[in-house]
């Protein structure tokens, strides 16, 4: 069934190519998906048949074909050999075909680009930096981030006003341009994407005041991260749909942290375990007194082994590293012992000492005893 192109641009059989062309730009402009996103694909639909009507209609000679034989008519090779107008990409896809490769993909002729669909906001990876104790046992932050927020102003649109949105006037709202070679195999026709408005069919005569035709403003958001404990070196976190805005409804990006955990003097990693090096008196050693430890939870006390020597290690369980995130299975706590002397000590200490030496245990004088053959 024949499409009624009058109808189709609203116009009279008898219409001048001028009414033509000027109900043309107001269809266009009415039905232009980009104003129309509630019911694009209504709105894609019509913007289809509009530009092919006004393809004919506001050609004189298609006009007249469609006018004696309807839209066969318009669209008849005419007289062939140079006289024909053969699709650039149907000339190859023919000889695609015969060598079994395939018929070539081309893309649809649209007024419209990706950037005037529904689509997600950009997603953002941030690096963040996280003490020893903050990975372990897990923390939160507060963070102020630069996002891309959607103009109020222009709604997206770029231009100051709805009237400032008209229609291109190097593709007529096709978003495509055509040009015409003539060649051994008749005229071949080519499309590309129309450069003075990129595709759109549409340009901007005045851009937004607010976002000057960006569409999107940059606008400081805080947002709180809460860290679960048992995080591990370089692994991720992600925030859903709270990041950069959309595009024209669609939903926020997501925040994805990469984490990484800063080295630590005392407290010390290896897989799941903790180790530390603690000092500790001779006496401390020797008499199995009690010291203070610092723990990922605090200070604590501990009860140094009797006979301790410089070295030796105490174990306590379960108060290392998570294996897993909000897990409760934990690694090991290693406490070294590192026996240090003074380098000073009083008269009084000094005569206590050597009496202890004088009946008490000589590891020198056992050395020696037991070594003589080496003299």
Not at 259 to 267: D, V
Not at 339 to 355: F, N
Request: charged fraction near 25%; hydrophobic fraction near 30%; glycine fraction near 10%.
């Amino acid at each position: 069934m024949n499409k009624d192109y009058y109808s189709i641009l609203e116009v009279s059989r008898s219409a001048t190519p001028e009414e033509i062309k000027k109900n043309y730009r107001r269809l266009a402009m009415k039905w232009h998906p980009d104003k129309n996103l509630n019911n694009r694909e209504e709105a894609e639909s019509k913007m289809k048949e509009i530009n092919e009507a006004y393809q004919v209609l506001g050609d004189e000679t298609k006009r007249k074909q469609y006018n004696r034989y309807g839209k066969a008519g318009a669209s008849a090779s005419g007289d062939g050999g140079f006289g024909q107008e053969i699709e650039f990409g149907d000339i190859f896809d023919d000889i695609f075909d015969i060598f079994g490769k395939g018929r070539k993909k081309r893309a649809n002729n649209t007024s419209t680009s990706n950037e005037f669909q529904v689509q997600n906001g950009a997603d953002i990876l941030i690096n963040l930096s996280l003490g020893f104790k903050e990975a372990v046992l897990g923390t939160t932050k507060k963070l102020t981030l630069e996002l891309e927020k959607s103009c109020s102003q222009c709604k997206q649109t770029g231009a100051y006003s709805s009237e400032h949105i008209v229609i291109c006037s190097s593709c007529h709202g096709s978003g495509v341009v055509v040009i015409i070679q003539r060649s051994l195999f008749g005229n071949i026709r080519t499309q590309s994407t129309c450069p003075n408005c990129r595709g759109h069919g549409l340009i901007i005569s005045k851009k937004c005041e607010v976002c000057h035709g960006r569409k999107f403003i940059k606008k400081s958001e805080i947002i709180t991260v809460k860290i679960p404990r048992g995080i591990q070196p370089g692994q991720k976190l992600s925030l859903r749909n709270i990041g950069n805005d959309g595009w024209h409804g669609g939903k926020r990006g997501d925040i994805y942290f990469e984490i990484k955990i800063e080295k630590h003097n005392y407290f010390q990693r290896k897989d799941n375990d903790i180790h530390v090096s603690v000092p500790i008196s001779f006496l401390d050693a020797i008499l199995g007194n009690s010291v203070e430890i610092i723990t990922l939870e605090g200070l604590e006390k501990v009860k140094v082994p009797t006979g301790t020597q410089n070295g030796d290690y105490l174990i306590l369980s379960q108060r290392g590293c998570y294996l897993t995130i909000n897990g409760s299975q934990r690694g090991s706590f290693y406490i070294w012992w590192q026996i240090r002397l003074p380098r000073k000590i009083s008269l009084e200490t000094t005569e206590v000492l050597k009496r202890l030496s004088e009946s008490h245990w000589n590891p020198n004088k056992e050395f020696i005893e037991k070594n003589k053959e080496l003299l």
